[in-house]
């Protein structure tokens, strides 16, 4: 029975199961639907013959105190702290993630790390101006060749299309606050801000993060709540601007469910497709172009107890097709019944209705042992069994069309009177499980308290939204930030420490190169106008060892003479706009006297 108390959430994930355990501390009774056999979406724990394994991997790390706070109310003795270890599998080779200087220089090689830093040089003296495209984002950071070397090839296998098409509003909120000078910087000193992509521990789950949700689904139910599972919703009643009911099907039966209030985190675009009575033709054609990226899961189970210390690897080589590879041992030891096996999970990147998609399970098993043992991490004799897990409606992609598109939907949708969408799919928003409990936080404000705190905006400031901020904030923040990216594009400010790594870097490497060419040339003077240089540089001789004096030598000067440049620069550019922000405020007096 239905009251004006209840509510109604759509789907099960970590959205709409914290919507649902907030509601219960406000005293009103959540209706949770749910259409798996099971809870936690995208953040579920599959089992397989007692092996568990998660459906992309999921750390527990946040920095919100509220969400911080629900995890450890739900398992306060549930959480195992864990070292990351991550690796990128690029050629052949290992490169550890965070970046490390030596793994680097000898995976890459010297002359490839010298082109990399010029690379990075010529796009901090003349970067993209407009940053439409995840392309131009990253090599505005990074430089084009380390673009191409470690951002391309993966980030296209994970979303299939070309990185000149995909959004730069996806990297920018993926991986923002990374750049080649913080990574440089965490090779060498310890950051003051910790940025979530080079994070060096976080919490995980003994059993894997499906044991958080079904907790939460446990305690929904014990407060007065319900979750029920196997319930598909197949049409929303609406009358005018407002929900008044859900039509659902439990096991094959259909049951209408009176609505007082909704909150959905199932895909936006659904959302549209099942209104009764159809909204606007616009708003559907939108919900049509709007796309997902689909992924499917291959677990392996290997007979060997220990096979690589990483938590995960990434794949970026591109002729292997296997996008990320986790090893769940290494997350939690109870994610594996028996110690003397290892299992792996494989994660395929696809669309529904594609070849790989639609691979028989044999063959995609086929395909992972081939991949493992190509990459060196498991002998293909070694799997004796595996499953295969689909997941659809994965990720949201930011293609070119999709903020028309979502603009179009989300004007739709805010009109809804007692509808509000949450979570990863329902706000169409590549957001972490910490960023979809927020939202599910938020949307229990506004509708208890009265809060108007904007769903949407989540996951787009510095700090993951930690203020609650109303939409005349939000508002103004925006102008606020389209005026400051406006002055940075127009007066763009040179990174004195990154200059000057690049030009050190540059610099000692050329003393090197041209030291070594004169030692292998030879003959009976050798290099007597570089070995001028031992004026300036005490020790240096145009030698291999005197080389690799230089190259320190020249490294610092190179350092010195880039960090001086970059601050005369940047001190120039200062002065300049002090010098026309005084004019224009004389300029504004003078107008002001004359019409005085």
């Given at each position: ?401 999709y903020q028309d598109c979502l603009t179009i939907i989300r004007e739709f949708v805010d009109r809804l009177e007692n509808v509000q969408t949450v979570g990863r799919n329902g706000l169409h928003r590549y957001n972490n499980q ?74 000692g490497a050329l003393l090197l190169l041209a030291t070594v060419a004169l030692v292998l040339k030879g003959g009976k003077a050798v290099g007597p106008h570089l070995g001028l240089l031992v004026q300036y540089f005490p020790g ?57």
């Amino acid at each position: 029975m239905m009251d004006d108390q209840s509510v109604v959430v759509i789907g099960g994930g970590p959205a709409g199961l914290t919507a649902a355990y907030e509601l219960t501390k406000f005293g009103r009774h959540p209706l949770v639907l749910e259409k798996r056999d099971k809870v936690g979406g995208l953040a579920a724990t599959e089992n397989y013959k007692g092996f568990s394994f998660d459906l992309g991997g999921h750390r527990f790390f946040t920095k919100n105190e509220e969400v911080k706070k629900m995890w450890h109310e739900i398992l306060p003795r549930g959480f195992l702290r864990r070292p990351r270890l991550s690796r990128i599998y690029y050629r052949g080779r290992f490169f550890h993630y965070p970046l490390k200087p030596f793994n680097v220089l000898r995976g890459l090689g010297l002359w490839q790390s010298i082109l990399i830093a010029l690379s990075y040089l010529r796009w901090q003296l003349l970067p993209h101006h407009r940053e439409e495209t995840f392309e131009q984002w990253v090599t505005n950071r990074f430089g084009r060749r380390l673009y191409r070397t470690f951002f391309k090839s993966y980030t296209e296998k994970v979303w299939g299309v070309p990185c000149s098409e995909l959004r730069a509003e996806w990297a920018a909120q993926r991986i923002k606050d990374l750049s080649l000078k913080t990574v440089l910087l965490n090779m060498f000193v310890k950051p003051r801000r910790t940025i979530k992509s080079l994070i060096e521990e976080f919490d995980y789950p003994r059993l894997g993060p499906g044991m958080m949700w079904n907790a939460v689904k446990e305690e929904v139910g014990r407060r007065g709540g319900a979750v029920r599972l196997n319930c598909e919703v197949i049409r929303i009643h609406r009358a005018g601007t407002r929900i008044d009911s859900v039509v659902v099907s439990c096991n094959g039966r259909e049951e209408l469910i009176p609505t007082p209030h909704l909150i959905s985190s199932m895909p936006i675009t659904e959302l549209v497709k099942k209104l009764v009575p159809q909204p606007p033709l616009e708003v559907v054609r939108a919900a049509d172009r709007l796309t997902y990226r689909d992924f499917l899961i291959v677990c392996l189970v290997i007979n060997q107890p220990d096979l690589f210390p990483d938590n995960w690897i990434y794949v970026h080589d591109p002729e292997i097709r296997v996008a990320r590879i986790q090893n769940f041992k290494n997350w939690s030891p109870d994610m594996v019944p028996d110690p003397e096996k290892t299992s792996l999970g494989l994660e395929y990147f696809c669309a529904e209705g594609d070849a790989l998609w639609t691979m028989a399970d044999a063959d995609l098993l086929e395909l992972g042992r081939r991949e493992v043992e190509r990459i060196g991490l498991a002998r293909s004799a070694d799997v004796q069994d595996g499953c295969v897990v689909r997941v659809p409606k994965a990720y949201p992609v930011y293609d070119a069309e999709y903020q028309d598109c979502l603009t179009i939907i989300r004007e739709f949708v805010d009109r809804l009177e007692n509808v509000q969408t949450v979570g990863r799919n329902g706000l169409h928003r590549y957001n972490n499980q910490d960023h979809a409990m927020l939202t599910g936080m938020l949307a229990v404000r506004n509708l208890v308290l009265g809060q108007q705190n904007d769903l949407w905006s989540v996951n787009t400031d510095r700090e993951y939204h930690e203020e609650m901020q109303s939409k005349a904030e939000v508002e103004a923040r925006r102008a606020e930030e389209a005026l400051g990216a406006a002055l940075t594009r127009t007066f763009l400010k040179l990174d004195h420490v990154a200059f000057g790594t690049a030009a050190g870097i540059v610099t000692g490497a050329l003393l090197l190169l041209a030291t070594v060419a004169l030692v292998l040339k030879g003959g009976k003077a050798v290099g007597p106008h570089l070995g001028l240089l031992v004026q300036y540089f005490p020790g240096y001789r145009v030698s291999v060892s005197g080389g690799v004096l230089g190259l320190f030598y020249g490294f610092v000067s190179g350092f010195l003479l880039g960090w001086g440049f970059a601050v005369l620069r940047n001190v120039t550019v200062l002065l300049s706009m002090a010098i026309i922000h005084r004019r224009a405020k004389l300029s504004f007096l003078r107008r002001l006297l004359e019409e005085l």
